[in-house]
């Protein structure tokens, strides 16, 4: 019934489940295109009023020296002293918010001044403006003030071209002239603004492309000013009361604007936060790209409005959907009522009653005649099973006989197959080890062969690898120890135990050695504190097998980075000294509820690489001696396998 009921729903659903969501999600995403249309173009149009106010600036600085250059008050002074006439460009400056403005008499007109083209183009009678920069020399020339405001340090800036510079001491200047032809007085008039640190012309621009943030028409905008790529004027925010000054655009924004001399219009990462963003290049007199103007709002709210509505219209279409399902289950109660009477029905006749019946139903449509047909055939079943029962219960009396007979011969015949395929087993098994340890001594000895070889040429040469060379010894006879284990596995009555009283510590740094291009792979910390500990008794290869095991679980849980830390310190059991080593690491941990399992046979995270068996031998091993090994979380993170072993003098008095 349930399937039917699902399947009518599904079929009525369906054009409602499945073609709107995709012409909302097409609609959506036309959209959110729009949107993105809308944005770019508001910043668009911001960019054009910021670069509108700076071409303004500049030209009335321009029509000042111009209209000076030609007043009769100028006249005048040219006719005084130069003290005279040094007072009142003074005042003319400071009337005209300039922060320069200086005379150059016809006759001191040079080469070194001539190489402005603003200046140039004044001393052939016209009056022009431009952006320039200065270096600190000319800076300095024109005022102290001057190269010391211009002085910028650089701050580091996420996703910045790398650069060496450590200080930005240029400066860049709205650079005018304008030509003076005074009776005898020939020359030019010079004067200009320094836009380094002029926070009343970057907050300008921020009002007039910006309303108050905190009104609800508002946008939270910046404006910046770059030389070349680093902010020299800017409202941006690296803290609450800190400009962004000296910080430096992203790359491939200084790319496109002043490399490929593009406009951006697009979203952009500011300091720190996402804009919506314009950056337009300024190009100074001489036709270089040298720097940029930048106005951009806020990307955030504009998210959370598209998110918004997003959620908005997922919620509207939910609420559809679940208001269009009880109603059509309710439209479809007709339907459904005779096949859940017919369900309930087959329900009791599987449960043993094959009595019960659907009787009459209301409905006089096709499955109305399915429910008197399926009471008839019920009448059917009913009478024949009640005959089958009577011949099984005469069959099952001869069945039983045969059943006790069978029975007895079936479970003799069981027994003794599993004997036989134990056995086969272990014959197999022993037979393999026992070729496998074969095979595996004949390379070994090669290799111990041509160690002692390497010995004996090298002579008194061989003292730098003799670490070396003796941890291949040590090795050779871990596997020789190993393929003694498989032998004493194949024949366990030919071979006794090896272990003997050890220091832990020269095994730890020994595992450290042979694990060493593992963990150099990987930028991974390795931190040790190893204290003195009593000596323990095991066998030194069991031992390192566990540790090895141990430290290459805990770099592979680290994933290529982390901090492996090794601890060694006696510590008491129970009243019973004894060493304690710990591997801790600072990977994602062991879930709580695998804590218990990790020491498991065949239990492993490593899928398709691991064989699970590890850290199930490493506890074998460990508690053969009467060790513990447990496993744990870190509270910082990371997981942490301790060993204890009992102190060697502690193991031999439990053995007696």
Not at 9 to 18: F, H
Not at 104 to 128: C, M, N, R, Y
Not at 287 to 296: E, F, Q
Not at 346 to 360: D, K, P, W
Request: charged share 20%; aromatic share 6%.
């Amino acid at each position: 019934m349930r399937s039917v009921r699902l399947r009518l729903l599904i079929l009525a659903l369906l054009p409602l489940s499945v073609l709107i969501p995709l012409l909302l999600v097409l609609a959506m995403a036309r959209w959110n295109a729009d949107y993105d249309d809308v944005l770019i173009a508001k910043v668009e149009s911001d960019l054009k009023i910021a670069e509108q106010y700076l071409a303004r600036l500049e030209a009335e600085t321009g029509n000042h020296l111009q209209n000076l250059a030609e007043s009769a008050s100028l006249h005048q002074e040219l006719e005084a002293s130069p003290q005279e006439l040094r007072r009142f460009l003074a005042q003319r400056q400071s009337n005209l918010k300039l922060d320069f403005l200086y005379f150059l008499p016809q006759e001191q007109l040079s080469d070194e001044t001539l190489k402005w083209p603003v200046i140039s183009a004044a001393a052939v009678g016209l009056t022009e403006h431009a952006i320039d920069i200065f270096d600190p020399q000319e800076l300095d020339a024109l005022s102290r003030h001057l190269a010391e405001r211009a002085r910028l340090p650089l701050l580091a800036t996420q996703a910045a071209s790398p650069s060496a510079r450590q200080i930005e001491d240029r400066g860049m200047v709205i650079h005018a002239a304008a030509p003076v032809q005074q009776g005898n007085h020939q020359g030019v008039l010079v004067g200009g603004i320094l836009l380094n640190r002029n926070l009343d012309f970057i907050d300008t621009i921020n009002a007039l492309v910006y309303q108050d943030p905190n009104t609800s028409q508002g946008r939270q905008g910046t404006a910046t000013l770059f030389l070349e790529d680093t902010r020299i004027s800017t409202n941006v925010r690296l803290f609450e009361d800190v400009r962004a000054l000296g910080t430096r655009v992203s790359a491939e924004v200084r790319n496109a604007v002043l490399g490929n001399g593009q406009t951006w219009l697009d979203r952009a990462f500011v300091v720190n936060d996402w804009y919506i963003s314009g950056y337009e290049p300024l190009i100074d007199s001489f036709g270089t790209r040298v720097g940029m103007l930048y106005v951009g709002f806020l990307e955030a709210p504009y998210s959370a409005a598209k998110r918004a509505a997003y959620w908005s219209i997922l919620g509207v279409f939910i609420v559809v959907m679940a208001l269009s399902a009880p109603v059509f289950l309710w439209l479809a109660k007709g339907i459904f009522s005779p096949l859940e009477r017919m369900t309930k029905t087959m329900r009791r006749v599987e449960q043993g009653n094959l009595s019960a019946r659907i009787g009459l139903v209301s409905n006089r449509d096709e499955i109305g005649q399915v429910a008197q047909h399926l009471d008839m055939l019920l009448d059917q079943i009913q009478e024949r099973d009640r005959r089958l029962r009577s011949w099984a219960d005469e069959l099952n009396a001869r069945v039983d006989k045969r059943t006790e007979q069978l029975s007895d011969a079936n479970a003799k015949l069981e027994e003794t197959y599993k004997q036989l395929v134990m056995s086969e087993k272990l014959a197999s098994i022993g037979e393999i080890t026992a070729g496998v340890a074969h095979e595996i001594n004949n390379p070994v000895a090669v290799i111990q062969g041509n160690v002692d070889v390497i010995r004996m040429v090298l002579a008194e040469q061989a003292g730098p690898i003799q670490t070396e060379l003796d941890l291949v010894d040590n090795q050779v006879m871990r596997i020789s120890a190993i393929v003694g284990k498989l032998l004493q596995f194949a024949r366990p009555s030919e071979f006794g135990n090896f272990a003997e009283s050890l220091d832990i510590l020269p095994v730890v740094e020994d595992c450290l050695v042979l694990v060493a291009h593992k963990i150099s792979t990987q930028e991974i910390t390795v931190v040790k504190a190893l204290g003195r500990a009593p000596e323990v008794r095991i066998d030194p290869g069991e031992l390192q097998q566990v540790v090895i095991n141990l430290i290459i679980n805990a770099a592979q849980a680290m994933e290529g980075q982390g901090t492996l830390t090794l601890t060694l310190e006696e510590v008491q059991r129970n009243g019973i000294s004894g060493a304690m080593l710990t591997v801790a690491d600072t990977g994602p941990g062991i879930p709580a509820d695998k804590l218990r399992t990790v020491f498991d046979p065949f239990y492993t995270t490593k899928l398709g690489s691991g064989t699970g068996l590890g850290l199930s031998i490493s506890q074998t091993l460990i508690q053969k001696v009467g060790g513990i090994i447990q496993a744990d979380n870190r509270e910082t993170g990371g997981a942490v396998f301790s060993i204890w072993l009992p102190a060697a003098a502690a193991a031999e008095v439990a053995a007696q």
